[in-house]
């Protein structure tokens, strides 16, 4: 068996550095890869290409790289709850790709299957297709899309095991399934991490032949992104 456990974040993102392109898991703060993203603040790299569904809120999730203007593109399916965000974006300050959320999903799913590119109905008459291939179907047209080209995913599952299989919670597998897989080195942090054989094999989501460094996050906020209250 071979050990995909890492000792600690530091160790889990060693090669990261400026200019990279980098898939972060998640759906707004739900199954955000919170200790990765604690790590590269304090790694203070710049330049970033980050693709993810959006990027958190003003002071958590990826909202805290905007802060410190380390992220220079976003590719994501919409601005949500980050005010920084918009602001960054009318600006001018922060390099904005908005894409459907299909289409996201898609290009990391493919890279993670190696399709280097694909057709899809999204988008087609809109500023989506701007620049892009048209091909029309049995009558019907389809963009070209590509498949994402990461450096690096950064993941986060409920439990894994130090061979790298995963197993996620509820809504929290969101984007980090596909996420898981589709980059040159792939990361994932966990709340468990268990011994080799302490998972059900009938419920590993994905398996460790995708996985290239798993660790145990030391503690997780899990914020909740907007509180509604019934009276």
């Not at 693709?51 to 002071?59: F, I, K, Q």
Request: charge should be negative; aromatic fraction near 8%.
């Amino acid at each position: 068996m071979i050990s995909k456990k890492v000792n600690s974040v530091q160790q889990a993102l060693e090669g990261i550095t400026d200019y990279m392109t980098l898939l972060v898991g998640g759906f707004g703060l739900c199954g955000i890869p919170e200790n990765a993203i604690a790590e590269l603040v304090r790694l203070n790299v710049k330049n970033l290409t980050c693709l993810s569904n959006n990027a958190g809120v003003d002071n958590f999730g990826l909202g805290l790289l905007l802060q410190k203007h380390q992220i220079k593109k976003m590719i994501a399916s919409y601005v949500g709850e980050n005010a920084e965000f918009e602001r960054q974006m009318l600006s001018g300050d922060l390099e904005v790709d908005l894409i459907p959320q299909g289409t996201l999903v898609e290009r990391c799913r493919s890279a993670k299957m190696g399709i280097p590119a694909f057709f899809t109905p999204a988008g087609v008459g809109t500023e989506v297709a701007v620049g892009k291939e048209v091909r029309t179907f049995n009558n019907k047209q389809y963009l070209l899309e590509y498949a994402a080209d990461a450096d690096f995913s950064l993941t986060k599952a409920w439990k894994g095991d130090e061979a790298g299989n995963i197993v996620f919670k509820g809504t929290a597998r969101n984007f980090n399934q596909s996420m898981c897989g589709a980059a040159k080195i792939n990361v994932v942090e966990v709340e468990e991490l268990v011994p080799l054989g302490a998972l059900d094999p009938n419920e590993i989501h994905v398996p460790g032949v995708f996985v290239q460094r798993i660790f145990k996050g030391e503690k997780y906020e899990k914020r909740i992104e907007k509180l509604t209250l019934s009276e």
